[in-house]
């Protein structure tokens, strides 16, 4: 922030209490971080799978801008946060200083540098299980048999046709790893559409790296969670300087009617 001459203005720090890395509130914003994740996911899908069409480089680039919008929403939420635990905590220090009573859970809600995180991967957390558990089973997934022209069937009956393709026969059940596959594509779903549907063996790589995709929107959370020191400065910062400011045109206007005022009478000589 530079002020109206041109020169940079000295940050404005005000001290504060640091609270805990959880605390009374932290099960609930993890609640909450996790419905606002799984809007994210639903949405992303939507969304992904209506630009998983045309070339490889306009999916990259438009599956990616809607990536890192998520990221960035995430990221302002938590730096609201961070910055309200912020003022929490200046409130504090200052009750603190004129000798006031606080509670130990007043002081737990405020600021915490790891509590962004914690909170987040609290609810990050069933995403993360499904994709582990997906990540440590998963495949490269392979063509399976295909459909029967119709006329083979009048030779079904046979025992010499019959029992040599009696595997397009049987209908094979959705498996676990099948189930797990479907959620954790939901989740990450502008990366499948990043690599692509043909593409299996970079799919495979996805699916083996879900568990560090779903973590990204809990990474931009806590970080997002972190400036909320550089927020707090940053109003503060902008307060001494509009004072400053108001300061300077008060002297001016001073000076301005000083200058106005009538002077009496000339002594004449």
């Known amino acids: 922030m530079t002020n109206k001459s041109g020169k940079p203005t000295a ?41 998983g069409i045309g070339g490889a480089a306009v999916r990259i680039i438009l599956n990616g ?3 890192v919008l998520i990221l960035i929403i995430f990221f302002n939420n938590a730096s609201g946060r961070g910055a309200d635990a912020v003022a929490r905590g200046e409130i504090l220090y200052q009750k603190q200083e004129a000798g006031k009573p606080f509670s130990a859970s007043e002081k737990a809600v405020c600021f915490h540098p790891a509590k962004g995180y914690l909170t987040a991967l609290l609810g990050s957390l069933p995403f993360l299980i499904v994709a582990l558990a997906l990540a440590f089973t998963a ?45 954790v594509r939901v989740m990450v779903m502008p990366f499948i559409s990043m690599v692509g549907t043909e593409n299996r063996d970079g799919l495979l790589l996805v699916e083996r790296l879900s568990p560090l995709l779903v973590l990204l929107p809990a990474l931009a959370y806590g970080t997002g969670y972190l400036t909320g020191r550089n927020e707090r400065t940053r109003i503060h910062t902008g307060i001494a300087e509009n004072n400053r400011r108001r300061i300077r045109k008060e002297k001016k206007a001073r000076k301005a009617r000083m200058a106005r005022k009538p002077r009496g009478p000339e002594q004449l000589n």
């Open 65 to 67: 801008m809607l990536e």
């Open 139 to 183: 495949h490269r997934q392979t063509t399976g048999v295909g459909a029967l022209p119709s006329w083979i069937g009048g030779y079904m009956g046979r025992s010499d046709v019959g029992d040599a393709l009696v595997a397009y026969t049987v209908a094979e059940g959705m498996k676990l790893e099948d189930i797990l596959r479907i959620a």
């Open 11 to 51: 940050p404005v720090k005000k001290p504060f209490l640091t609270g805990n890395p959880t605390d009374e509130r932290t099960f609930p914003a993890a609640a909450g971080f996790f419905g606002v994740l799984l809007i994210a996911a639903f949405m992303s899908f939507l969304v992904s799978t209506m630009m």
